[in-house]
């Protein structure tokens, strides 16, 4: 039976730096002319339509699908940049996890992330990540963090061409909404804590398992495939 495992990306795959939220005030600055303060808008475990809705809030801006489309837009294109000038980088251990996990025929790898999707494809691309992950769900329509989980088993299932169950189902992730999330699916949910979560707050969700980091790359391989054969 395969196990698919969704992996959240900021906090979890890799910390960018900060280059998003540099991407989205660019964005904001160049297409409607206005500048910060961010600082009472959280981001961490949300969809990017969601922190969008509340800048447009903080700047009084009309959310309507044209702003959305021109604000998506710019920050597509700003999103390169702010990549390779943050000082961002691979998490410990991510690399051989995902060379592992890739490699077995058992596991099937997807994206279950609050990036927009081109977003979360153009921050893999720019850390050599991209290539593993065949499908996933986005935060390009959805504010609530559970229906980007539906979304993404749903994704899982067209991809293997048949239903797959919650309790077949890893969900990822660096933050409590990773964990909530994964939840709302059945599935079975690991949290790390090199976001901006410490471990006991992370606990505070219960998580079926927790780690620090990574780097036992061993350790988590071992625990995300114990039950594929």
């Known amino acids: 039976?395969?196990?698919?495992c969704l992996?959240?990306?900021d906090g979890t795959l890799l910390n960018s730096g900060g280059a998003g939220q540099h991407a989205m005030e660019q964005a904001l600055l160049e297409t409607f002319g206005v500048t910060g303060p961010y600082t009472d808008i959280q981001a961490a475990g949300r969809t990017d339509r969601a922190i969008t809705s509340d800048l447009f809030d903080h700047h009084r801006l009309e959310k309507s699908e044209e702003n959305w489309s021109r604000f998506q837009a710019c920050?597509?294109?700003?999103?390169?940049n702010s990549l390779s000038t943050q000082n961002g980088r691979v998490l410990p251990g991510i690399v051989e996890i995902l060379n592992q996990l890739s490699s077995d025929e058992f596991i099937s790898l997807g994206?279950?992330?609050?990036?927009?999707?081109?977003?979360a494809e153009v921050k893999l691309r720019h850390y050599g990540l991209d290539h593993h992950?065949?499908?996933g769900g986005y935060g390009d329509?959805?504010?609530?963090?559970d229906d980007v989980a539906h979304l993404a088993l749903r994704e899982a299932c067209q991809h293997l061409d048949r239903d797959v169950s919650g309790e077949n189902v890893w969900v990822i992730g660096d933050t409590p909404s990773d964990v909530t999330?994964?939840?709302?699916?059945g599935a079975r949910t690991m949290a790390v804590a090199t976001g901006i979560y410490d471990s006991g707050v992370l606990n505070e969700a219960q998580p079926d398992i927790l780690f620090e980091d990574f780097s036992?790359?061993?350790?988590?391989v071992e625990r995300l495939t114990a039950e594929s054969n």
């Open 75 to 80: 920050y597509l294109s700003c999103l390169p």
């Open 216 to 220: 036992d790359v061993t350790a988590v």
């Open 111 to 119: 994206l279950l992330t609050g990036n927009l999707q081109a977003g």
């Open 141 to 145: 329509h959805n504010r609530n963090r």
């Open 133 to 135: 992950f065949a499908f």
């Open 181 to 185: 999330c994964g939840r709302a699916i």
């Open 1 to 4: 039976m395969t196990t698919v």
């Open 7 to 9: 992996f959240d990306i």
